[in-house]
C-alpha cells in the first residue's frame, strides 16, 4: 500500500524552538508539498518541491524553510516557532505532469505551539 | 488570484439519503482538472472524484458524482444512499493555471450523517 508517511501525529513546541516536520513517501513521486490547514480557510501551500534540491514558496512561506536531498524526503522547518504557527500541517506528493492522479496525503501532524 | 469557494461550511443529511455538495470556481483556463477530497476524522486526505473540464461527461464514481457546469464554473459533488462512513470534511480543488501540479482549494464543508 502507498502511503506518505508524516513522523509525528501530534506536536507540541515552545515558542522560538526550532521546529522539524518530516515526511517521506514510498512511491518514487517527483513533487512534494506541505500545506497548512485552518477551519474556515482550507489548504494553504506553504512549499513544494518538483525534485530533488528544487523547492519553490507556496501562498504562506513567511516564517518556514524545506529541505529536501533525497526524493522521498521533504522536511518543512520553523526556524523559530510562534504561537500562530499552531496548526495542521499536511504532507502531500504527486507525480510529475498533470494532476491526474491528484495528490496522496500524509496523515497530518498538529502543531501547538505554546 | 484564482479561488474555489464553498459556501456551506457545514451540511447534515439522513442516513440513506442523497446530499449534494456546492463548489464554485474561477479561472480563465479552457482546461483544467477539478477534484473533491475527503477528510475523515483520521485526517488523511482521500480523493473523491476528479473531472477533467474539456469532458462533458460527468464524472462518477460508485455513490459519488459531480455536477460539473463549465459555462457556469461550477462543481458540486452528490453523495447517493449516504453512509455513516461518509462523515467527513469535503474540499474541492482546483488546478491552478498554469501549473501542473498545483491545486487551489476551498475552505471545505463539514458532512454530518443522521442515523
Known amino acids: 500500500d502507498v502511503k506518505v508517511t508524516q513522523s509525528s501525529r501530534y506536536l507540541v513546541k515552545r515558542t522560538g524552538e526550532k521546529v522539524f516536520l518530516e515526511c517521506v513517501q514510498d512511491?518514487?513521486?517527483?513533487?512534494m508539498f506541505w500545506y497548512r490547514q485552518d477551519p474556515g480557510l482550507g489548504l494553504r501551500l506553504i512549499y513544494f518541491?518538483?525534485?530533488?534540491?528544487?523547492?519553490e514558496k507556496g501562498d504562506i512561506p513567511e516564517g518556514y524553510s524545506v529541505s529536501r536531498e533525497k526524493k522521498e524526503r521533504f522536511s518543512l522547518i520553523l526556524e523559530s516557532a510562534s504561537t500562530n504557527q499552531t496548526s495542521m500541517y499536511l504532507c502531500?506528493?504527486?507525480?510529475?505532469?498533470?494532476?491526474?492522479?491528484?495528490?496522496?496525503f500524509g496523515s497530518g501532524t498538529r502543531l501547538t505551539v505554546v | 488570484a484564482q479561488t474555489v469557494t464553498q459556501s456551506q461550511p457545514e451540511m447534515s443529511v439522513q442516513e440513506a439519503e442523497t446530499v449534494t455538495l456546492s463548489c464554485t470556481y474561477d479561472?480563465?483556463?479552457?482546461?483544467?482538472?477539478l477534484f473533491w477530497y475527503k477528510q475523515p476524522p483520521s485526517r488523511q486526505m482521500i480523493l473523491v472524484i476528479r473531472?477533467?473540464?474539456?469532458k462533458q461527461q460527468n464524472a462518477t464514481e460508485n455513490r459519488f458524482s459531480v455536477n460539473f457546469q463549465k459555462a457556469a464554473k461550477s462543481f458540486s459533488l452528490k453523495i447517493s444512499d449516504s453512509q455513516l462512513g461518509d462523515a467527513a470534511m469535503y474540499f474541492c480543488?482546483?488546478?491552478?493555471?498554469?501549473?501542473?501540479?498545483?491545486?487551489?482549494w476551498g475552505a471545505g464543508t463539514k458532512l454530518i450523517i443522521k442515523p
Open positions: 480543488a482546483s488546478q491552478r493555471p498554469d501549473s501542473n501540479y498545483q491545486l487551489i
Open positions: 479561472t480563465s483556463e479552457s482546461d483544467y482538472y
Open positions: 473531472q477533467e473540464a474539456y
Open positions: 512511491m518514487d513521486h517527483e513533487n
Open positions: 518541491s518538483y525534485d530533488v534540491k528544487m523547492k
Open positions: 502531500a506528493s504527486s507525480r510529475e505532469g498533470l494532476p491526474i492522479y491528484g495528490y496522496t
